[in-house]
């Protein structure tokens, strides 16, 4: 013990800091706070920047969207993501990026950020082109063109809707039963206002 603290009284409270130095400590740590902040956000913009564009570099044969009647393309979207049109990061669109640029699984950052670039680059039908014709439709069909060779032995642009329904359950997220899902597809077609009742009560299920 000191002569100053045997002079101080035992109850007297230690002086606090100088506003001065409180100031100081709060203004160090407001900047440390920007400063990681401001940080963040920069590397974050030069991630996004970094993240390609997704191509489109297709040698084998497609079939344009714009030569399939509208209710076969629309059987597509209806089975895969029927919100295709009025959602940004659809589905179709994340399945496209994983397809056309080897990208990672469908809801990883890497992937929604491409699929966010071509959202912004490409028009929906362009993307719905792309995704099609570069699908796998299973027993080694990839592609619109080569699926409906495999299936159906008929080009592409002459599928019914009722066979284009069909071959959309296999890009159907939850692969339901064929029958099955080919009855959900159309139902969805029918919700969407993309097929009338009728239409859908004259359709024969192709198998």
Not at 30 to 49: E, K, N
Not at 63 to 87: G, N, Q
Request: charged residues 20%; aromatic residues 8%.
């Amino acid at each position: 013990m000191t002569l100053a603290d045997m002079a101080r009284p035992a109850n007297d409270p230690v002086p606090a800091s100088p506003p001065r130095r409180r100031g100081q400590r709060l203004a160090v740590g407001v900047s440390i706070v920007l400063l990681l902040m401001a940080g963040g956000t920069t590397a974050a913009t030069y991630y996004y920047d970094s993240v390609p564009l997704v191509e489109n570099n297709v040698s084998y044969p497609v079939v344009p969207v714009a030569e399939l009647p509208a209710p076969v393309a629309s059987a597509f979207i209806a089975a895969v993501d029927p919100d295709f049109y009025t959602s940004n990061n659809s589905l179709i669109t994340r399945r496209y990026t994983v397809i056309a640029a080897g990208a990672g699984e469908e809801s990883d950052w890497r992937t929604r950020i491409m699929a966010n670039k071509a959202e912004a680059g490409y028009t929906k039908t362009e993307i719905l082109d792309r995704y099609l014709n570069r699908a796998d439709y299973g027993r080694g069909a990839v592609g619109l063109v080569a699926a409906a060779r495999t299936y159906f032995h008929k080009p592409a642009a002459q599928l019914t809707v009722a066979e284009a329904a069909l071959l959309a359950v296999r890009l159907h997220p939850d692969r339901p039963e064929p029958k099955a899902g080919w009855e959900q597809v159309l139902d969805t077609m029918v919700e969407r206002d993309w097929l009338s009742q009728a239409e859908r009560n004259s359709l024969a299920f192709p198998g």
